[in-house]
């Protein structure tokens, strides 16, 4: 009814019988829509352990919440387990992918009505794998596989630290099963993975390490706890051919170490015009680093800018884009440096972002009575297809199946 419209809002308050009127606001209401459903985890801000995690669907049309899945309501140490990384394919639920960790731990895949359970591990890659990003179209995924460790600070306002001592690229294909080396670089860190709209290209993060070059493998993790701010990721990005399923040669995107600050999380817009991600001082965890903004890289005119608008003076980190490119979501820290909250901002068509508000809630204490922090916020055009019960019995009951290796050719 008002979109593309502004709305005028009074505000009368009845205090001790008294009425007291604020000054007139307005409110610009955009032309394009969001997509209806927000789905992100719920976790302890805590920094050592977790108890109860779980997935979780908002419609955006009303306050309903859907529980996609949920690990334990009562603390149970023989079942317990963590649920991270969900993505899905081209902002539609129809396929969709997370990881359990430790007990009943695998990769579930959900689509054409069925739920399976996989184990990705394979002797030939680096470790388990961890960040996804599906093909628009295919049946394709590119993971990052890390290995993982944190510090915590002591005299520093960024209570922690969360540092990959070895990360590489790799491809998995859901239909045969198969899962291959993309990049394998004991020196080159590569991680946060994302295919563009066209699916012919993956934008990745990379920093360099050489003395990782100069040491053994068994010292890395203790290189990386030395020196955490040695750390400096650009975003580079892989050429495809989805006929020959060939991989080009890397290419630089931002070159963030000339600046000596660090970046996370490529996201490229639907149009394939725009590249979204997090600015930091150092490292690739950003949700836990004050210094971190949203910026943009326009890929046509490659000019790169803040998004001013949406930015805090606290951690403003993973985000996602709408499927009409028009809205984007993130996690921030603004409200009170210890929980993230989703944010959205306003695109427009000129590449300029607009003020950022937090999630609406039914109940104006909700966010304030959560003791607990949203991550990973993915828009998606459609609800999960599944109930959290069947997603707990593929879980519990499921082996989970294993991959094949198989090399793929590369530039």
Same mark, same amino acid.
């Given at each position: 009814?008002?979109?593309?419209?502004?709305?005028?809002?009074?505000?009368?308050? /009845?205090?001790?019988?008294?009425?007291?009127?604020?000054?007139?606001?307005?409110?610009?209401?955009?032309?394009?829509?969001?997509?209806?459903?927000?789905?992100?985890?719920?976790?302890?801000?805590?920094?050592?352990?977790?108890?109860?995690?779980?997935?979780?669907?908002?419609?955006?049309?009303?306050?309903?919440?859907?529980?996609?899945?949920?690990?334990?309501?009562?603390?149970?140490?023989?079942?317990?387990?963590?649920?991270?990384?969900?993505?899905?394919?081209?902002?539609?639920?129809?396929?969709?992918?997370?990881?359990?960790?430790?007990?009943?731990?695998?990769?579930?895949?959900?689509?054409?009505?069925?739920?399976?359970?996989?184990?990705?591990?394979?002797?030939?890659?680096?470790?388990?794998?961890?960040?996804?990003?599906?093909?628009?179209?295919?049946?394709?995924?590119?993971?990052?596989?890390?290995?993982?460790?944190?510090?915590?600070?002591?005299?520093?306002?960024?209570?922690?630290?969360?540092?990959?001592?070895?990360?590489?690229?790799?491809?998995?294909?859901?239909?045969?099963?198969?899962?291959?080396?993309?990049?394998?670089?004991?020196?080159?860190?590569?991680?946060?993975?994302?295919?563009?709209?066209?699916?012919?290209?993956?934008?990745?993060?990379?920093?360099?390490?050489?003395?990782?070059?100069?040491? %053994?493998?068994?010292?890395?993790?203790?290189?990386?706890?030395?020196?955490?701010?040695?750390?400096?990721?650009?975003?580079?990005?892989?050429?495809?051919?989805?006929?020959?399923?060939?991989?080009?040669?890397?290419?630089?995107?931002?070159?963030?170490?000339?600046?000596?600050?660090?970046?996370?999380?490529?996201?490229?817009?639907?149009?394939?015009?725009?590249?979204?991600?997090?600015?930091?001082?150092?490292?690739?965890?950003?949700?836990?680093?004050?210094?971190?903004?949203?910026?943009?890289?326009?890929?046509?005119?490659?000019?790169?800018? %803040?998004?001013?608008?949406?930015?805090?003076?606290?951690?403003?980190?993973?985000?996602?884009?709408?499927?009409?490119?028009?809205?984007?979501?993130?996690?921030?820290?603004?409200?009170?440096?210890?929980?993230?909250?989703?944010?959205?901002?306003?695109?427009?068509?000129?590449?300029?972002?607009?003020?950022?508000?937090?999630?609406?809630?039914?109940? %104006?204490?909700?966010?304030?009575?959560?003791?607990?922090?949203?991550?990973?916020?993915?828009?998606?055009?459609?609800?999960? %297809?599944?109930?959290?019960?069947?997603?707990?019995?593929?879980?519990?009951?499921?082996?989970?199946?294993?991959?094949?290796?198989? /090399?793929?050719?590369?530039?």
């Amino acid at each position: 009814m008002c979109k593309g419209k502004t709305i005028e809002v009074s505000l009368y308050i /009845e205090r001790e019988g008294k009425w007291s009127v604020f000054p007139k606001y307005k409110m610009d209401v955009a032309e394009e829509p969001i997509d209806e459903y927000l789905s992100y985890r719920l976790i302890e801000p805590g920094y050592e352990l977790y108890r109860q995690v779980g997935l979780y669907q908002r419609n955006l049309t009303n306050f309903d919440v859907q529980t996609i899945y949920e690990n334990n309501r009562a603390f149970n140490r023989p079942e317990n387990h963590c649920v991270n990384c969900h993505n899905y394919q081209n902002y539609s639920t129809k396929r969709m992918l997370f990881h359990v960790r430790a007990a009943m731990g695998g990769t579930i895949f959900a689509e054409g009505g069925k739920i399976t359970k996989m184990n990705l591990k394979n002797d030939s890659i680096l470790s388990s794998s961890v960040y996804p990003s599906w093909h628009p179209t295919k049946d394709w995924v590119v993971f990052s596989s890390n290995q993982t460790g944190q510090i915590f600070h002591i005299l520093d306002t960024d209570k922690i630290e969360v540092l990959d001592y070895g990360s590489d690229l790799i491809f998995y294909n859901v239909g045969t099963r198969e899962i291959s080396n993309i990049l394998k670089t004991p020196a080159d860190l590569e991680t946060f993975p994302c295919w563009n709209p066209a699916g012919d290209r993956v934008y990745y993060c990379v920093a360099h390490r050489e003395d990782f070059l100069e040491n %053994p493998d068994s010292t890395h993790s203790k290189l990386a706890v030395q020196s955490p701010q040695k750390f400096l990721y650009n975003i580079m990005s892989i050429p495809f051919d989805t006929l020959t399923m060939t991989f080009g040669a890397p290419q630089m995107e931002v070159p963030c170490t000339e600046i000596e600050r660090s970046a996370s999380v490529p996201r490229i817009s639907p149009d394939g015009r725009y590249l979204l991600f997090t600015l930091g001082k150092y490292g690739q965890f950003h949700i836990w680093h004050k210094s971190a903004d949203l910026y943009v890289k326009d890929l046509q005119t490659g000019y790169i800018y %803040p998004l001013v608008e949406a930015n805090s003076s606290n951690v403003d980190s993973y985000h996602s884009w709408s499927s009409n490119g028009r809205w984007i979501v993130f996690s921030s820290r603004r409200d009170d440096g210890s929980f993230t909250r989703p944010y959205f901002t306003y695109f427009d068509k000129n590449g300029k972002s607009h003020k950022a508000f937090m999630l609406p809630q039914e109940d %104006p204490e909700h966010n304030i009575m959560l003791f607990k922090s949203y991550n990973v916020p993915e828009l998606t055009k459609d609800a999960v %297809p599944f109930t959290c019960e069947q997603f707990r019995e593929a879980i519990y009951n499921q082996e989970g199946d294993t991959v094949a290796y198989k /090399e793929i050719r590369k530039f």
